[in-house]
């Protein structure tokens, strides 16, 4: 693919020069070359991609009766099914605006959400029901999948044949919210021109054909599962396989049954997969791809894979919301031999590694890396704030500490910032201290992580409390607030002051190495990833 420099939001960056002006033309070759491929499997449901086409052209007019017009932001709450791949496709046809809510988020994170992004409809499944706000969209535009309103709209109608509305590349294809060190998400600004360079991304640097079949395990509403999965193996003409509860029997039966040729996971649940004692019983010897991400991988996982599947290839990628998904991806075969890496920088992107000064330091040198391209999102929504710290010089901050050797490998030392990753799913610890000063007796609350070997991080909470509570009573009035994987893992409590330096800022060092003298943690079996 030819590559050439060009200007976007006063920012010089290499794109590619032949590419689809935006998402809907990016999915018009699919609609067109495709039309009697398999596009979508959710169950026992088999839509090739003119029934797709049908099914997407459907809803969009439904929308469009109901108001829903271009630049409009549309909230959508559902797991890996069928509906959410129609949502998006439909809502991205009338130019109007995704806004996508993680199926764990609670009531005051989606108010929040609504707060800020205003959408003018929701459309969400049955289970989610009790945690719709009652700010936001109105009554008449709450739309439930599955309900009879939901029926009526996807009955085909005259309206169905309206073409795609007229979105430039630089209008916003969507918002996605990211919890940031505020406490507060923000909502980074995905346009046109993001997702489709993402996209070429993916099949350029994996020589992606229409013969792909993808089981998607991930949740679609993050940017991995939307702009890593479907969306890419859409563009291309290839095959989704929906997974709406990720299960690593289920995943490793239906990726036989369905003869997959890609699967992107997060290493805890390539980690889980390992824990079959039949593993290599199973007949994957279609699947070439395994893309991993949102977390390091621990090299013993790498390699006892490649040893249980010799034909597939393990590929790290490393991205995050605003960079559209990734920003680096391991080339193909070199996986194994550079297992400590994520990888190299995308063709159209340009990462810098950083000093505290704003210099760029030598080659092999740590510091924090910045990244610019064609995908790196424009802003984040409404928040000038964010922007003037989270951008310089046309590059994002990633926040991230790492190295880019000689040869252009990619690898990530340390997090400047205090995320906590546990398994793939990213934690603040402001948002959940934020949420712990809420309990009656908490004087003062720090938020760490803390290795496990299963999901990467576990979240911690130390407690300097007034009052009489125990670990139980505030994991319970977390689960009530915040999404269960922000829940803290432990919670330890005491009566006296939290370490703090001259300054008063709390001494998280000293924290972590407290947490390496608890005892071991005892994990559920039904213990959420």
Known sequence: MQIRKECHWDR????YADRPLNVNDMLAKSWASAADKLAVVDGSVRMNYRELEHAVATLAAALAARSVTFGDRVAVMLPNQLEAVLSVLAIARLGAVLVPLGTRLKEPEISYIFGDAQPVAVIYAPDYAAEMPTTGPTTAMRFECGSAAWQDMMQPGPQTSAPPAEVNEHDAFGIIYTSGTTGKPKGAVLTHLNVVHSCLHWEDAHQLTRDERTLVCVPWSHVAGLCGVVLPFLAIGGSLILMREFKRRDFLELAQKERITHALMVPAMYGLC?????LDTFNLIDWRIGAYGSAPMPEPTIQRFAQAFPALQMCNCYGATETTSPATMMPRGDGVAHAESIGKTVPCGDILVMDEQGCEVAAGEEGELWIAGPMVVPGYWKNEQANAISFAGGYWKSGDIGAIDAAGYVRIADRKKDMVNRGGFKVYPAEVESVLAGIEGVIEAAVIGQPD??????????????????PEMVRSYCAQRMADYKVPGRVVIRKTPLPRNANGKIQKADLREAAKLLPPLIRSPKAAL
């Open 12 to 15: 010089v960056m290499a794109c």
């Open 274 to 278: 390992l824990l079959e004692p039949d």
């Open 453 to 470: 070997d299963m999901l990467g991080e576990c979240v911690v909470a130390f407690l300097n409390v007034s009052t009489n509570l125990d």
